[in-house]
């Protein structure tokens, strides 16, 4: 292979400490966002897509029972929301490491476990992946419906709604899912070109095309992420089903390189054991 495209913030320290991509500065790479830019200077990776990782809730659900969705992760703790909680590994799944590395972030380093231990005793469920909690575990999604899956809140993304809609048969008039905003953490994608590329030429083409305006403004239905592109026009599916979160949680990708594995092992050790 010449690039890799996927690598996010909360595992991209592992590959640029292991010296997998080699410097290229894109073409267009001043039009995209600086915030998105987090090995700048270096250029090793170049910025493609961003998401917000977050709580997902069935809105039929909770209609049904009267109790209203949970907007932060304090209400994830509450006696009214018991069992309801499905989440992914945080070892085996991206959404599952972001939303561990927000509760980090919310809570800080003295209180993110304490966290986990009330969030466990409040009955989550953790599964291996994405589709597994989404498809097979989530009341509110199409598959969901399918498998009567009984757990109305998941960790997914907060474009997961609009994808409701757009793949809905037959399509629904509002999203049958909502994304609870204060339980959000921002997943930014990168693309870079490996060190050992025999076509680097070919590879820097690629990481440019990336970041270009055509595909840029086609990748959001397709992928479901956001563009990094300034002027990138945004599909009014995103806006209209599902906007995107306006204060996600964020952290510094030197904090997540430094804390990261342990985080996840203390995880492992307190929330599947």
């Avoid at 909690?133 to 399918?146: L, V």
Wanted: aromatic share 12%.
């Amino acid at each position: 292979g010449d690039v890799f495209f996927g690598v996010d913030n909360t595992l991209l320290s592992r590959a640029l400490d292991n010296g997998l991509f080699q410097p290229y500065e894109a073409k267009s790479l001043d039009q995209v966002d600086t915030r998105f830019q987090l090995d700048a200077g270096k250029h090793r990776v170049t910025p493609v897509d961003y998401g917000d990782i977050c709580v997902n809730y069935d809105k039929q659900y909770f209609a049904d029972h009267k109790l209203a969705p949970p907007t932060s992760y304090d209400d994830l703790i509450k006696p009214a929301y018991k069992n309801l909680l499905v989440t992914e590994n945080a070892s085996t799944s991206s959404p599952g490491l972001g939303f561990l590395l927000g509760t980090a972030a919310q809570y800080g380093d003295d209180g993110w476990e304490g966290y986990w231990k009330k969030l466990k005793a409040n009955g989550v469920k953790v599964v291996d992946g994405w589709d597994q909690a989404y498809n097979e575990e989530f009341s509110g999604s199409a598959g969901g419906k399918k498998a009567k899956a009984d757990r109305p809140l998941v960790v997914s993304y907060a474009s997961s709604p609009p994808a409701e809609v757009i793949y809905g048969d037959p399509k629904p008039a509002t999203a049958p899912t909502g994304v609870a905003t204060g339980t959000c953490f921002r997943q930014v994608e990168f693309a870079g070109l490996l060190s050992n590329a025999r076509n680097a030429e070919g590879g820097k083409a690629l990481i440019d095309f990336l970041i270009g305006k055509r595909f840029q403004e086609d990748m959001p239905l397709n992928m479901f992420v956001y563009p990094v592109l300034k002027g990138a026009a945004v599909p009014a599916e995103f806006t209209r089903y599902g906007p995107a979160a306006e204060n996600p949680a964020t952290m510094d990708p030197a904090k997540i390189a430094a804390d990261r594995d342990q985080w996840v092992k203390s995880w492992t050790s307190l929330v599947l054991k």
